[in-house]
């Protein structure tokens, strides 16, 4: 553990060569980080075998480009679980969009599934003294959400419950996947991505999980999907018949060039069965013609 609070800091110069492996602890807090100092911080978070899992920011003056460059950092980090940035005065509503959808990507089922499933702590917002937070923190509301996932289902040790629970949760869930479109810029249907195969089974686990209002929703917004389907299907039908129909003419043309095979084979056939019955008849009348001298010959008293 290391803990520097209140020690005017303002930048972290980390020597890539040794960088600290066995520093799980990190306490920041009270200083005057910015930009540059999120750089030297963003070293120890990157790579498989990062280890730090404390990281403290708490009041400091760090921006919306710092967050970028820490949370490009924790794109493919399973190391950290904690991570404090309250009371930054430089983050915009952009930086704590970026820290959302960091932990609960909307864009699509396969970005919510590789969202990050560590962090179990993520405050960029005080809360208030009863623990609850004001009503215009929003953003900070859908992480803490995101982050509980994370903390029930421990995403350090199982990452892949995690990411199904955020799915069901978010993805599935007409109001919550709305609410997150509208912070990230989303404006496309989770069904547009769903095999129309496994619509049925989706439906089930919507009307299990989220109730039966909530499976009328999900099937008014994929009706488009399952004509589309249909659509799709009579589609498929057409260019098969087209293709079975050009298969039946050129069946047809090849029968016909075969039939024409077979009666000139016949012709050959007979041909050749004529040339060998001429062959036979010359042998027998050679025969018959030799049988003849020696009889001549005979008489005349030859050989």
Same mark, same amino acid.
């Given at each position: 553990?290391?803990?520097?609070?209140?020690?005017?800091?303002?930048?972290?110069?980390?020597?890539?060569?040794?960088?600290?492996?066995?520093?799980?602890?990190?306490?920041?807090?009270?200083?005057?980080?910015e930009t540059n100092g999120c750089r030297g911080i963003a070293e120890l978070l990157q790579g498989g075998d990062a280890t730090l899992r404390y990281l403290h920011l708490y009041d400091n003056k760090i921006d919306d480009e710092g967050v970028d460059i820490v949370v490009d950092a924790l794109q493919s980090n399973t190391s950290l679980t904690s991570f404090d940035l309250r009371k930054n005065d430089g983050i915009s509503d952009q930086g704590k969009k970026s820290l959302l959808k960091l932990v609960i990507d909307i864009s699509s089922i396969t970005a919510t599934l590789h969202s990050n499933h560590t962090?179990?702590?993520?405050?960029?917002?005080?809360?208030?003294?009863?623990?609850?937070? /004001?009503? /215009?923190?929003?953003?900070?509301?859908?992480?803490?959400?995101?982050?509980?996932?994370?903390?029930?289902?421990?995403?350090?040790?199982?990452?892949?419950?995690?990411?199904?629970?955020?799915?069901?949760?978010?993805?599935?869930?007409?109001?919550?996947?709305?609410?997150?479109?509208?912070?990230?810029?989303?404006?496309?249907?989770?069904?547009?991505?769903? /095999?129309?195969?496994?619509?049925?089974?989706?439906?089930?686990?919507?009307?299990?999980?989220?109730?039966?209002?909530?499976?009328?929703?999900?099937?008014?917004?994929?009706?488009?999907?399952?004509?589309?389907?249909?659509?799709?299907?009579?589609?498929?039908?057409?260019?098969?018949?087209?293709?079975?129909?050009?298969?039946?003419?050129?069946?047809?043309?090849?029968?016909?060039?075969?039939?024409?095979?077979?009666?000139?084979?016949?012709?050959?056939?007979?041909?050749?069965?004529?040339?060998?019955?001429?062959?036979?008849?010359?042998?027998?009348?050679?025969?018959?013609?030799?049988?003849?001298?020696?009889?001549?010959?005979?008489?005349?008293?030859?050989?």
């Amino acid at each position: 553990m290391l803990s520097c609070d209140r020690c005017g800091i303002e930048s972290i110069e980390i020597d890539r060569d040794h960088i600290p492996r066995h520093l799980m602890h990190l306490y920041l807090s009270n200083n005057n980080i910015e930009t540059n100092g999120c750089r030297g911080i963003a070293e120890l978070l990157q790579g498989g075998d990062a280890t730090l899992r404390y990281l403290h920011l708490y009041d400091n003056k760090i921006d919306d480009e710092g967050v970028d460059i820490v949370v490009d950092a924790l794109q493919s980090n399973t190391s950290l679980t904690s991570f404090d940035l309250r009371k930054n005065d430089g983050i915009s509503d952009q930086g704590k969009k970026s820290l959302l959808k960091l932990v609960i990507d909307i864009s699509s089922i396969t970005a919510t599934l590789h969202s990050n499933h560590t962090l179990t702590f993520l405050d960029v917002e005080d809360m208030n003294p009863d623990g609850s937070l /004001d009503a /215009d923190d929003e953003i900070q509301r859908h992480i803490y959400e995101a982050t509980e996932i994370n903390s029930i289902y421990e995403g350090v040790s199982n990452p892949e419950a995690a990411a199904r629970e955020k799915l069901i949760q978010t993805q599935l869930h007409s109001e919550k996947r709305a609410a997150l479109c509208r912070l990230q810029g989303v404006d496309h249907s989770v069904f547009s991505e769903i /095999d129309p195969l496994h619509l049925p089974e989706i439906l089930s686990l919507i009307g299990q999980r989220h109730g039966q209002g909530e499976m009328y929703a999900a099937v008014l917004s994929s009706i488009m999907t399952l004509f589309s389907t249909v659509n799709m299907k009579k589609c498929i039908h057409q260019e098969r018949t087209y293709h079975e129909a050009i298969v039946a003419k050129h069946a047809a043309i090849v029968a016909e060039h075969r039939t024409k095979m077979e009666e000139l084979d016949a012709k050959l056939a007979s041909m050749d069965e004529a040339v060998e019955v001429n062959e036979g008849s010359n042998e027998l009348e050679h025969r018959s013609n030799k049988r003849r001298r020696k009889w001549w010959w005979g008489l005349w008293g030859g050989a």
